[in-house]
């Protein structure tokens, strides 16, 4: 599988930022794509998925009703739009990938380890 990915930056307390990636090379219908970041001290945490094989979503609880996953099918690309940044949203944001021969769900997606990812965005939050 193969990334593309964009966005990430330094912003205030309270500000957005929108990341996105694409990626290619699936051989399954059925997969996810998405963001888990790390931090300093954090384990790695699944921030939000999209299957495009139903449409179904994931989002971690720290991030639900701040953060925003949408696609476009055309160009296999999912954007995560990130509203309300808190100081504890600092970290590097990584593509991932996760892919299975059958269904499963989002959740199982979402949650490590992943299949692929790319080479991270780091993501700053100022107070």
């Known amino acids: 599988v193969q990334f593309e990915e964009s966005g990430g930056g330094l912003v205030q307390a309270g500000g957005s930022l929108t990341l996105s990636c694409a990626a290619s090379g699936f051989t399954s219908a059925y997969y996810a794509i998405g963001w888990f970041r790390e931090a300093p001290g954090k384990d790695q945490e699944g921030v939000s998925c999209l299957s495009f094989s139903d449409g179904t979503t994931y989002y971690a609880d720290s991030v639900k009703g701040r953060f925003t996953i949408s696609r476009d099918n055309a160009k296999n690309t999912v954007h995560l739009q990130m509203n309300d940044l808190k100081p504890e949203d600092s970290a590097v944001y990584y593509c991932?990938?996760?892919?299975?021969?059958?269904?499963?769900?989002?959740?199982?997606?979402?949650?490590?380890?992943?299949?692929?990812w790319g080479q991270g965005t780091q993501v700053t939050v100022s107070s």
């Open positions: 991932l990938a996760d892919e299975w021969t059958n269904p499963v769900s989002i959740a199982t997606m979402c949650r490590p380890p992943y299949d692929w």
